[in-house]
């Protein structure tokens, strides 16, 4: 089974900043990741796919890139509604796993 | 619009069964494929378990293999969940999710949730 492994689990930073979340699979998932954000109470949302396409409606400060086993979600220019938890996932096949998630705070 | 809403959460003993029930609208239901996916409380997402369009492929997250079992109907654009031996650890909010329509597993669009509580 693909493991994912993200980090950092939490990360703290000012308005403004840029950001990096990393994210590690066990093997090679040939680009299929997704990125999601979710905020406390809600659904998570679709941010990133395919590794580094922009879904419907995300800003274009979020960015994702990487290939083979390693990944990353950059968020430009911290905006208030950024401050939330996001999570990588395998989309290629089942167990569609989840990364363990990376909290933002506000520094 | 595509609307997914669950429901069938609440409180349950340990050992004893639940069925989740996610209405969808807004879309040709049977066109896509399905997915649960849960979170315990104040912990990270985790996949439940998934089906295919037609519902003769299904797939499981180790943690639920051989208690759960997900089905559709296509008829009532109704995906469902049947919880059967539940533990203390099944406790979590369950989301309906669907993938968009490319071909991967990536959740476009997802539920609300409901909350599943097992304890005595």
């Not at chain 1, 299929?32 to 922009?54: N, T, V």
């Not at chain 2, 809403?5 to 807004?26: M, N």
């Not at chain 2, 369009?53 to 109704?78: E, Q």
Request: aromatic share 12%; glycine share 10%.
């Amino acid at each position: 089974d693909i493991q994912m492994t993200q980090s950092p689990a939490s990360l703290s930073a000012s308005l403004g900043e840029t950001v990096t979340i990393e994210c590690l699979a066990s093997e090679d998932i040939y680009d299929i990741l997704a990125w999601y954000q979710q905020k406390p109470g809600k659904s998570p949302q679709l941010l990133i796919y395919d590794a580094s396409s922009l879904h419907t409606g995300v800003p274009s400060r979020f960015s994702g890139s990487g290939s083979g086993t390693q990944y990353s979600l950059k968020i430009n220019s911290l905006q208030p509604e950024d401050f939330a938890s996001y999570y990588c996932q395998n989309g290629l096949s089942a167990p569609l796993t989840f990364g363990s998630g990376t909290k933002l705070e506000i520094k | 619009e595509v609307q997914l809403v669950e429901s069938g959460g609440g409180l349950v003993q340990p050992g004893r069964s639940l069925k989740l029930s996610c209405a969808a609208s807004g879309f040709t239901f049977s066109d896509y494929n399905m997915a649960w996916v849960r979170q315990a409380p104040t912990k990270g997402l985790e996949w439940v378990a998934s089906i295919s369009y037609g519902g003769s492929n299904t797939h499981y997250g180790d943690s639920v293999k051989g208690r759960f079992t997900i089905s559709r109907d296509n008829a009532k654009s109704t995906l469902y969940l049947q919880m059967d031996s539940l533990r203390s650890e099944d406790t979590a909010t369950y989301y309906c999710a669907r993938p968009s329509s490319g071909g991967y597993w990536y959740f476009d669009f997802w539920g609300p949730g409901t909350m599943v509580t097992v304890s005595s």
